[in-house]
């Protein structure tokens, strides 16, 4: 297995983020340092940073429906995080991508490096969905704009739009994931967002989920529900 992806598998960091390391001289392989495309063979011993890495022996993923007020780094700096959702046996998982504080609905926590490598990869272009409630209604004039693009900060931002309930809501789709870039585009015109929740991921969407809290995902096709944490909060929208 080539040296990046046995770091990815192993820690849940992205290739890209693995050759970094690599380039900067932080994974041995038997006490030597790892060159990027070097190959790990079972008997191995890999150190990234001096700490030991292995594959885990299973991996696992489940789908979390993440309510507002929850950030999804593991500290919150005072706020609570989607791990104060999860039992201890699931918080050496990791989210793929992140749902801001005021952001609700599908996140994907894993140890498959490969599957988060797949998801998280920009070339992969993997299609998210939204529903957007906004303050105003959305003037037709703007919803073109919108859909041409507008130019932000970062660079250049283009949402595809469907009309929901009422002209205040509408389904985002996109295929990129920069911060807050619904939030920053519907700004943009002047627009403020007051609810964004996502629904779909790539394949998964927060309809599997249901009623539950989380889910996991034991196999390919194939999902087992996990019985809530108790102390979660019931109302998860």
């Known amino acids: 297995m080539r040296i990046n992806k046995y770091i990815a598998s192993s820690t ?8 970094l390391a690599i380039s900067q001289k932080r994974v041995t392989i038997n006490g030597q340092a790892a060159t990027l495309g070097s190959n790990v063979h079972d008997q191995d011993l890999v150190l990234f940073n001096g700490r030991r890495l292995g594959l885990p022996a299973s991996t696992q993923t489940i789908l979390l429906n993440k309510p507002v007020g929850y950030v999804c780094s593991r500290d919150g700096q005072g706020s609570s995080t989607i791990y104060d959702l999860l039992p201890k046996e699931l918080h050496h998982l990791k989210s793929i991508g992140r749902l801001d504080k ?6 994907l926590l894993t140890n498959d490096g490969t599957l988060a490598h797949h998801l998280a990869h920009p070339g992969s272009q993997k299609e998210k969905r939204y529903i957007a409630t906004l303050n105003k209604p959305l ?5 073109a704009i919108i859909e041409r693009g507008v130019k932000l900060v970062d660079g250049p931002s283009k949402l595809q739009l469907a009309p929901g309930k009422d002209a205040r809501e509408w389904e985002v789709i996109m295929h990129e ?8 585009t519907f700004e943009s015109r002047a627009y403020a967002v007051m609810a964004l ?7 998964y969407t927060l309809a ?9 995902l034991t196999a390919p096709g194939g999902i087992d529900l996990i019985t809530p944490h108790k102390s979660a909060p019931k109302n998860i929208k």
């Open 12 to 19: 849940g960091l992205s290739r890209r983020a693995a050759d």
């Open 102 to 107: 005021d952001s609700s609905g599908l996140i």
């Open 139 to 143: 003037k037709p004039e703007d919803r």
């Open 177 to 184: 994931g920069r911060n807050r870039q619904v939030r920053r």
């Open 197 to 203: 929740e996502r629904t779909q991921f790539g394949d």
């Open 208 to 216: 599997q989920v249901g009623t539950n809290r989380y889910i996991s």
